[in-house]
């Protein structure tokens, strides 16, 4: 080794601390997890939020809000996912540095965990959709975006029909089912239909929606998807193409105008994925995952959730690990993602 590389090694770091990062990314990255004492919090104490971020009781002045939304009232196979965004919450080995994208997405916007959705019913689905929306539209009223943790899928129904309501968006979907079911056991609302709701109401754009991911049982109940124009990409698809592939063909499908983002975690294979409602085996593994989510950098992403999270079914929290990632590549888009595109990183 050559010794006067190793005392200037020695000269630098020997006394150096776990915050002593130089370079301007990663000393900002530090800063963000540095506490007034001059540590870093630990992971186990205080009150969980995602990414340690700051707490509200409201989406005031917030350029993106992240909200719990504790709703399964639409599952048609396994409950649970209610308690999704608690499990979510208390994971933290994510972020807060970007590596893709070279920074750390929450300095570069107003961020905080503003809570969960009030419902005024734990029982009726029809008033909890009903509430999702009106909360929805206060945010987005107020030009906040929201970041989203379910949930069962049927709650991004609302989230659409709020987002949309001025001009349909377009869609973003990993998932393995297709979701544009009809109407199930006599109620057209729940998680296996949201996207036929929010097409037939004008808020979400078939044509520049693409599905991501999809396979199982349940191919016969997707017509709508296909016949609406959607472009669905099925899972032996997606595998014989590769992640690039797929990327840029979603770039081209969803276009320069708003996109909404969703992921439901029975996308991936339930061997990185078991603790959800519906597991369907065969699906993405989390590279593939987080390397498409990642490849969409650039998009004029309005809004994005993750759903499905039922953690009873998750032993090892293989998936709320994931399922917060995903959340913070979600997050990502939303706020550095956009400008890395700009600059051509």
């Known amino acids: 080794m050559d010794k006067a590389k190793l005392e200037a090694l020695r000269a630098r770091y020997v006394n150096g601390d776990v915050f002593d990062a130089t370079d301007p990314v990663l000393r900002r990255a530090a800063a963000d997890i540095e506490g007034p004492d001059g540590q870093r919090r630990a992971p186990y104490a205080g009150i969980p939020t995602f990414l340690d971020l700051p707490s509200a009781n409201d989406a005031t002045g917030l350029d993106v809000a992240v909200i719990g939304v504790p709703m ?145 049982s349940s191919n016969m109940f997707w017509e709508f998807s296909h016949v609406s124009g959607m472009t669905v990409v099925y899972m032996d698809e997606f595998t014989q193409a590769g992640v690039a592939a797929i990327a840029a063909r979603a770039r081209t499908v969803v276009g320069d105008g708003p996109v909404y983002v969703s992921v439901d975690v029975d996308g991936f294979d339930p061997a990185f994925a078991p603790g959800t409602g519906t597991p369907e085996v065969g699906g993405l593994t989390p590279r593939e995952g987080l390397s498409l989510l990642r490849a969409l950098g650039g998009l004029d992403i309005i809004g994005a959730d993750v759903v499905e999270v039922a953690p009873q079914y998750d032993p090892t929290t293989n998936t709320a690990q994931l399922a917060a990632q995903l959340l913070f590549e979600e997050f990502a888009l939303m706020t550095v993602g956009r400008r890395a595109q700009a600059k051509g990183t």
């Open 72 to 216: 399964d009232l639409g599952v048609s196979n396994r409950p649970g996912a209610r308690f999704g965004p608690r499990a979510v919450r208390t994971i933290e080995r994510i972020g807060p540095y970007h590596p893709a994208f070279k920074a750390v997405p929450m300095a570069a916007a107003r961020a905080a965990d503003v809570g969960d959705v009030p419902f005024r019913s734990r029982y009726s689905l029809e008033q909890s959709l009903e509430d999702i929306e009106r909360y929805y539209a206060a945010l987005h009223a107020n030009a906040v975006r929201p970041l989203s943790v379910g949930g069962d899928h049927s709650i991004t129904y609302p989230i659409l029909k709020a987002l949309g309501r001025n001009a349909p968006v377009g869609l973003v979907h990993l998932d393995a089912h297709c979701d544009t079911m009809g109407a199930y056991d006599g109620s057209k609302f729940h998680h296996g239909g949201p996207f036929r709701l929010a097409v037939l109401d004008g808020v979400l754009d078939p044509e520049r929606t693409i599905q991501i991911g999809i396979r199982g």
